[in-house]
């Protein structure tokens, strides 16, 4: 059976286009800095987000705990959205390897509010409380649905952090999906922030990376701290390669993965027993549940785990968790996937 995985957007293969790229690509050794595609990785990416430079990296949270490291010291505090990925999908990361605590403020939509932000921001007047540093963003916001986070609100924050010499960095994984959808560019998306962190290996469809772009000099010590935590690679430019392909022929093409997971959700909140939230949807991340008061929620994580059970046996992954459902659109998801995947849904419910 072929499955049609809609798990995430970290599932794609790379084409046979992209295969070629990394098998013809001119590498050298990238930890002594001579590694030709890797190098023109780094500067396609930094130019396209209006930074410096940038350095390629194996994964996107290697990215963002180098930014984490870069801008705040150990007992030091980074204010970030209390549902956001560097808080809750780290593995604690910011605490164990820099010794920085997170400040966690919530909102239904990925923004922070620029009081609140200003309410909680510490000096070093008491020596009771962590010295704030960093205030990180994370755009598109995932646990909020794929939500973009509105540009407004973020330069509103950055003018409260600008006023208390904090830094901000943006965990971008998916920020070109924010730019394809709202019409700005990377650049200007990425203006506001010191650094920012960009996956190359989620909707862009290349099988490792991230680049983390910033001024020269934030960027050298990133480098420092790269090595620091292992990230240094040798002929990794066979990766960046795929990377620069991901950059070069997948971005337009977003548009698509965002048309088909709107088409997916209104399909979604048209079965009995199943609820999605469509304002939620605006680029390629589908969030889904049962309905509170269906029979399959009696027991709701049970529910859910026996719903995600079903699709499988019916060709389609989805992911589940104790509160929802997710569903992701991608380059290897195409119109008679979407089909399949909503016959599948449409039988599990009513079966």
């Not at 780094?42 to 705990?65: I, W």
């Not at 862009?204 to 983390?212: K, R």
């Not at 659109?329 to 419910?349: E, F, G, K, P, S």
Request: hydrophobic share 50%; with cysteine; glycine share 8%.
């Amino acid at each position: 059976m072929s499955f049609i995985d809609l798990r995430s957007d970290t599932v794609t293969r790379p084409t046979a286009a992209m295969r070629a790229a990394m098998a013809e690509a001119a590498v050298g050794d990238d930890v002594f800095g001579d590694d030709p595609t890797v190098i023109a990785l780094e500067s396609r990416a930094a130019t396209l987000l209006g930074k410096d430079a940038g350095v390629f990296v194996p994964s996107g949270v290697m990215a963002n705990q180098i930014a984490v490291r870069l801008h705040a010291r150990p007992g030091e505090e980074a204010i970030v959205h209390a549902c956001c990925h560097i808080y809750n999908y780290e593995g604690g990361a910011a605490a164990a390897l820099s010794g920085v605590t997170l400040r966690p403020l919530a909102s239904r939509d990925g923004t922070l509010d620029p009081a609140e932000v200003a309410a909680n921001i510490h000096g070093s007047s008491d020596a009771h409380l962590a010295v704030t540093r960093l205030v990180a963003f994370e755009n598109t916001h995932n646990a909020c649905g794929g939500v973009v986070v509105p540009q407004a609100n973020i330069l509103a924050v950055a003018t409260v952090a600008r006023a208390h010499a904090l830094a901000l960095h943006l965990d971008g994984a998916r920020l070109l999906n924010a730019s394809v959808a709202t019409g700005l560019t990377p650049a200007e998306l990425a203006l506001p922030f010191d650094t920012v962190s960009l996956c190359l290996s989620k909707g862009l469809g290349a099988p490792v990376g991230s680049v983390l772009v910033g001024s020269r000099e934030a960027i050298a010590r990133a480098r420092r701290t790269r090595k620091l935590f292992g990230g240094g690679m040798r002929q990794s430019g066979i990766l960046a390669a795929a990377g620069l392909y991901a950059l070069e022929h997948n971005v337009k093409r977003l548009f698509e993965d965002h048309k088909r997971a709107w088409r997916l959700a209104e399909a979604i909140a048209a079965v009995p027993g199943l609820v999605c939230n469509l304002d939620n949807v605006q680029t390629n991340l589908v969030f889904f549940d049962i309905a509170a008061d269906h029979p399959r929620m009696k027991v709701p994580t049970e529910g859910r785990v026996k719903l995600t059970e079903e699709l499988k046996a019916r060709g389609v992954l989805v992911a589940g968790g104790p509160y929802r459902l997710r569903a992701v659109t991608h380059l290897d998801i195409d119109d008679a996937a979407i089909d399949r995947a909503v016959a599948a849904l449409q039988a599990v419910m009513a079966g």
